[in-house]
């Protein structure tokens, strides 16, 4: 009997310590997206990507140096970190491209925690973009 009771207790303790761990990871929130719904081949249109978590987390945004792909990268805009009660609020708008010819182009970009050993990736859902097509039927 006595033993079950201790069962009881250290199965209610993990299951405690371990809904802590998960809401730990879930002080990070990532955000992005498509500004336009579609864009012709050539074309530039911005992504946004931001970031709110604590601020005593280290968190990097991807660079120039990152696989967009299906776009390519042409430049972003970074806005300075904003601070407030313990919470910091990081922004970025890419300026991407796209060359494929695919009709439907998909983007997800991640956010970087460093850790001491590694990091931490979050990325935001999936974005789509519409290629709008400029030749409808072409020749074989």
């Known amino acids: 009997m006595r033993s079950m009771v201790t069962f009881k207790y250290a199965l209610a303790i993990g299951l ?3 809904s802590l761990g998960s809401s730990i990871g879930q002080d990070v929130d990532v955000r992005g997206g498509f ?3 579609s864009l012709r081949v ?6 946004y990507l931001s970031a709110t978590y604590p601020s005593n987390l280290n968190i990097i945004f991807p660079d120039s140096t990152f696989n967009y792909h299906p776009l390519e990268f042409n430049q972003k805009r970074y806005f300075p970190t904003q601070t407030t009660d313990g919470r910091s609020y990081d922004s970025v708008i890419y300026y991407l491209s796209t060359f494929e010819v695919d009709r439907i182009q998909l983007l997800s ?5 460093l850790n001491p050993q590694d990091c931490t990736i979050y990325t935001t859902e999936v974005d789509t973009v519409l290629l709008t097509e400029l030749v409808k039927d072409l020749p074989d």
């Open 35 to 37: 500004f336009l719904d």
């Open 42 to 47: 050539g074309d530039q249109t911005g992504f």
């Open 16 to 18: 405690f310590l371990a």
């Open 109 to 113: 970009l991640p956010v970087f925690q």
